[in-house]
C-alpha cells in the first residue's frame, strides 16, 4: 500500500483567493466604520445641523450688537439708550425720577 502525503502548503491559488477575501474583508469595513465610512458619515451630518445652528444664533448676536453699535455712535447717539446705559452703568438719576428696586 501507497501512502498519499497530503500536502501541507495551499496551493497558489488557495491563497490568492484567500488574500482577494480579507482585502475585501477589510476595505469592507473601512467602508463601514472608517473615517469617511457610513457611521461617521451620519455623526458628520449631525454635527454640520448643530454648527449650522449656532452659526445661526451668532449671526443673530453679531446683528443685535451691530444695531447697538450703530446706536451708540457719536455722531448720531440714540438719547434713549444712552439715558438707558447711563442710568445702569454710573448708577445715576434725574432728580424728578422715582426708582424702584428690582429683588
Same mark, same amino acid.
Given at each position: 500500500?501507497?501512502?498519499?502525503?497530503?500536502? @501541507?502548503?495551499?496551493?497558489?491559488?488557495s &491563497?490568492?483567493?484567500?488574500?482577494?477575501?480579507?482585502? &475585501? &474583508? *477589510?476595505?469592507?469595513?473601512?467602508a463601514?466604520?472608517?473615517?469617511?465610512?457610513? @457611521?461617521?458619515w451620519?455623526? =458628520?451630518?449631525? &454635527?454640520? /445641523?448643530?454648527?449650522q445652528? /449656532?452659526?445661526?444664533?451668532l /449671526?443673530? /448676536?453679531?446683528?443685535?450688537?451691530? =444695531?447697538? *453699535?450703530?446706536?451708540?455712535?457719536?455722531?448720531?447717539?440714540?438719547?434713549?439708550? *444712552?439715558?438707558?446705559?447711563?442710568?445702569?452703568d454710573? =448708577? *445715576?438719576?434725574?432728580?424728578?425720577?422715582?426708582v424702584?428696586?428690582?429683588?
Amino acid at each position: 500500500m501507497k501512502r498519499r502525503r497530503t500536502s @501541507l502548503k495551499l496551493p497558489r491559488e488557495s &491563497l490568492t483567493q484567500s488574500f482577494a477575501l480579507v482585502t &475585501l &474583508l *477589510v476595505l469592507g469595513a473601512v467602508a463601514i466604520a472608517g473615517p469617511s465610512g457610513v @457611521l461617521a458619515w451620519t455623526e =458628520n451630518a449631525r &454635527l454640520l /445641523e448643530q454648527h449650522q445652528a /449656532e452659526v445661526k444664533q451668532l /449671526e443673530a /448676536e453679531r446683528d443685535r450688537l451691530r =444695531n447697538r *453699535v450703530h446706536l451708540l455712535d457719536p455722531r448720531h447717539a440714540d438719547p434713549d439708550l *444712552v439715558g438707558e446705559l447711563l442710568r445702569s452703568d454710573l =448708577n *445715576v438719576a434725574h432728580p424728578d425720577e422715582i426708582v424702584i428696586q428690582r429683588k
